[in-house]
DNA sequence: ATCCTGATGGCAATCGATTGCCATTTCTTG
DNA sequence: CAAGAAATGGCAATCGATTGCCATCAGGAT
């Protein structure tokens, strides 16, 4: 079924279908009516990459993440999704692996396929996003860079909010559990919290960098009890998860002897055990503004907003509690 | 970068690069590195739609799932992912939402995009998936329909496990929390379950059916509490988490009064409270397999498997136990 | 009646790669 | 050494849709 069946069954040419079907005010309206009859009748759709040869255009928008696995990106893709599909575009989800080599491959191949990116949790350096702008729209999620398009979930702030939690409980040694040292929004949180301490008159200490799994929660909790605190802030709620558990196999109670803090409030993180207490973060709104960025700036609107900045709030469950007595 | 640039550069028609580049063996050596080598430094990279166009092929295989936020597709998608990669495709993720109709209009739209797809939890009724394969390669993953490739989780044989294991325990009123009606698996599951239970002279009772979600297990644990069961088998780990919540709510203890059954063994089954007792699903395993019989098909390598069926375990943790001396 | 404008539909080029077919060259082989 | 086979490279058509440009026509203004 392609094009020119339509035009043979209608008697009007290939060229009057395609405007026909794809701008509509561009033809008459009974013949309009008569083609679009006929293309349903026929069952008719349009070849994807035909369409996208000739107009340059794909109808397919790339969402990169750093590890599908990662419950964190559900949401976002979710979101992502939706508001993909309610404009008639495509997903196309990659997924690179948390490698910057892996990534800049799979953009350079996914480049000429789809009209637009959205990097969520890129690895790459900041100047290899802005090259990357200049063939293609994009929007990152998490990450900033000069001159591009962003929707940052503002961790920095909930870390501060973690923080004042865990001071007005009494804690005064609290240590950042750090993620991958090439993601953007683990420095964010690390700042975030020195800052914070700070205002406190307190120093923050770090232990780290660990990869963005539960596995490297053993470790980290490990080298957490070394460090004699009596709170953490994980990277993530991976991580977060991944402490807790290994805490518990070492039979150290949470949070009487340690309070833990995640960040994300991912799937899991409220039936964990105990409860995790953490930053929630609007994955699934993220995921939509980040699309609707995107593709307003295809419909050339871009003298709207360019940097969005989505709000967390601390979820207080029950690893977290008193600081205990020394 | 086109072919065209490459043969400007090297003085071969544009026919002789993309030989050169996509059919090695066709042309001479020198002449093949001479292109390759220009095709390196002017850091050409072929034109996805291009190619699909005129070859048909597009070196892309959809992957349906009903819902990308359900963790048990994370195996799956990353399994497939990987197997993928190293062919050399791209992996298209598409979400029906739990929706036959979804599922349908997506699947006539990504058609001519991809070179085959994945079924995953089709909620389709079979003679559909049959119409689907005339056009196009079809594995389905956790559904059967005659005469259409599939990859199982041979989850039945693990219901009779868990049958066994809750018999054993001294429970003698065992129910089945159903999933979504139209799962294949879901009836799959109920099936096994009642067999196995007949076979120790018991009847099953089945409630439902749910959601494939956690939402879902609250109204699932109150209407088990309902039944007077000891014990129960759940469609899913969602649910099964989901029944767990629900009865720590309202202070029924597991497993001493209730024992509680999952399956899938997925993101969190290992650390909810309980801990969930499931059935371990190979699903990255899955994933990787469906994939390879699906290019094994393009290859024409027909004569291959054509229903492979994976098998599942039971792993008990803390959410099975004794049932309770009435 | 004349000229202009806007609406409408067709022609044909184009996007970038693939591929069937053919001409030429080179290699086998008897 | 001749004849046939294999290797190699080019030409041109093709995939399906889009789009710039032009021809035609109707309606309106003067």
């Known amino acids: ?13 290939a060229s009057t279908v395609s405007r026909a079907l794809s701008r509509p005010g561009r033809v008459n309206r009974v013949t309009r009516e008569r083609i679009q009859a006929a293309a349903r009748e026929l069952n008719y759709v349009p070849n994807v990459p035909a369409r996208a ?3 340059g255009r794909t109808a397919t928008v790339a969402v990169l993440v750093s590890d599908v696995t990662n419950p964190f990106y559900f949401g976002l893709i979710r979101g992502a999704q939706h508001e993909l599909r309610a404009a008639g575009y495509a997903q196309m989800l990659v997924d690179t692996e948390d490698s910057p080599e892996l990534e800049t ?9 789809v009209d637009g990116v959205i990097l969520a949790a890129s690895r790459l350096p900041g100047r290899a996003i802005i090259g990357i702008t200049a063939e293609l729209p994009v929007v990152t999620v998490n990450r900033n860079a000069p001159g591009v398009r962003s929707v940052v979930i503002d961790s920095p702030d909930g870390v501060m909010q973690a923080v004042e939690h865990l001071i007005s409980l009494g ?5 950042y559990v750090a993620g991958p040292s090439c993601s953007w929004a683990n420095e964010a949180r690390w700042r975030a919290m020195r800052t914070a301490m700070a205002k406190h008159g307190l120093a923050a200490t770090r232990i780290g960098p660990f990869g963005a799994s539960r596995r490297s929660g053993s470790a980290a909790a490990d080298a ?7 709170a953490c802030i994980a990277f993530n709620d991976l991580i977060a998860i991944g402490i807790l558990r290994r805490l518990g196999e070492r039979g150290v109670d949470v ?7 995640g960040c994300d409030d991912i799937f899991g993180a409220d039936f964990c055990s105990p409860p995790l207490t953490t930053l929630a973060a609007p994955v699934e709104q993220a995921g939509r503004v980040a699309v609707s960025m995107l593709l307003e700036q295809n419909l050339a609107v871009r003298a709207s907003r360019r940097n969005v ?6 979820t207080v469950r029950q690893s977290s509690g008193r600081a205990p007595r020394r």
Do not use: C, K, W, Y
């Open 1 to 13: 079924m392609t094009i020119n069946d339509i035009a043979a069954r209608t008697g009007f040419a």
């Open 53 to 55: 040869l000739s107009s």
């Open 105 to 113: 491959r799979l953009l350079s191949t996914v480049r000429q396929s």
């Open 171 to 175: 804690h005064r040694q609290v240590v």
């Open 224 to 230: 957490l009890l070394n460090t004699g605190a009596t």
């Open 255 to 261: 949070p009487g002897e340690i309070s833990v803090v």
């Open 309 to 314: 900045i989505l709000p967390t709030h601390l």
